[in-house]
């Protein structure tokens, strides 16, 4: 616009310049004053042409430059609406992370308590099934024939030295008492203790489980919970034994996708990409459906890795 602005008096000039050279007849009879007159009245129209011209000029230049004005305002508008676009997203993507993992926090909740509904019916399994074994043996003790009279006695329970008294006339010594902790009150402790904070003290519980009951299904559930509290002292080591272990003892376990996430999470911590990545495929590989391998797949793709491997190498831990 300044440019036009700077070029408008030498292009009313040369209007001018070239309208007198057009429309100015050359005078038959020179210095007449006829002929001036006719020369200063074509002057005259000329510069009301040219000044009709320049007033046309200087309204196309108002439309031109409020174009410009107005398609400058609607560029800054789409800047601003693209920003606020960007920013909107970004904000959904956070909120869409957290709702993730608040997710996986409930559903890791909803596995507890799964596992101590299992763990409650078959403690009342078992319990049925040594109420069935007392009740058979009372059965078979009563269905014993009574001794016939003047006849010798049937023997007693002590009878062939079962459980007859020692020389001594010392009674025998019962079955010693199982100095291992309830199972199932200990677990369901050491998660209260856990989802409390108590470290320490849930350590210590499922470390009973572990010891006590190193075969039973809750191990395996223990065994996580030891990977759990190692992960959170940062002890990513011993958080990858753990989750090893019920990986490779329990592999049907409820636990064990969450496990093999963990493993992948803490070999990333411990600067071992290759192997964390390659957890994190194996997860997805062999547990699509789980929340864990969507956790999986979010943590790749923020990695900037590829969810299908390449090669068929397996890296080290």
């Known amino acids: 616009m300044k440019r036009f602005n700077t070029i408008r008096p030498y292009f009313t000039a040369a209007l001018i310049t070239t309208a007198l050279f057009v429309f100015a007849p050359v ?47 609607n560029s800054n508008r789409v800047s601003a609406a693209m920003d606020d676009l960007q920013r909107k997203l970004a904000t959904q993507n956070e909120a869409l992370s957290g709702k993730v993992d608040t997710a996986s926090g409930q559903m890791q909740s909803v596995n507890d308590s799964i596992d101590e509904v299992k763990a409650r019916l078959a403690k009342l399994d078992r319990s049925v099934q040594e ?71 849930s ?55 969450a496990a093999q996430l963990h493993k992948g999470y803490a070999l990333l911590l411990m600067n071992k990409k290759d192997a964390g990545v390659h957890e994190l495929r194996a997860l997805i590989q062999k547990h699509p459906d789980k929340p864990e391998a969507m956790q999986a797949r979010s943590k790749l793709n923020g990695m ?11 890296p080290t831990e």
């Not at 007392?134 to 009563?142: A, F």
């Not at 008492?177 to 209260?192: C, D, H």
């Open 27 to 73: 005078p038959s009879h020179a210095g007449t004053k006829e002929d001036i007159q006719a020369l200063k009245d074509r002057v005259d129209q000329l510069v009301d042409s040219v000044q009709r011209l320049q007033s046309t000029v200087d309204s196309k230049m108002g439309v031109l430059q409020h174009l410009a004005e107005q398609t400058a305002d």
């Open 203 to 257: 350590q210590s519980e499922f470390q009973d489980v572990v010891n006590y009951y190193p075969q039973d299904d809750m191990a395996g559930g223990a065994q996580f919970y030891l990977g759990e509290i190692s992960y959170k002292g940062q002890d990513y080591t011993g958080a990858v034994k753990a989750y090893n272990v019920v990986l490779e003892t329990f592999p049907n376990s409820s636990k064990a996708p």
């Open 304 to 314: 900037g890795v590829k969810i299908t491997p390449t090669a068929s190498t397996r």
């Open 131 to 201: 109420l069935q074994t007392q009740i058979q043996n009372t059965q078979q003790q009563q269905q014993q024939p009574a001794p016939s009279g003047g006849g010798t006695p049937a023997p007693g329970p002590g009878a062939g030295g079962g459980t007859a008294n020692n020389g001594g006339g010392a009674p025998a010594a019962g079955p010693a008492a199982n100095p291992a902790p309830p199972l199932q009150e200990t677990y369901q402790a050491g998660v209260r203790d856990y989802n409390s904070g108590k470290y320490q003290v």
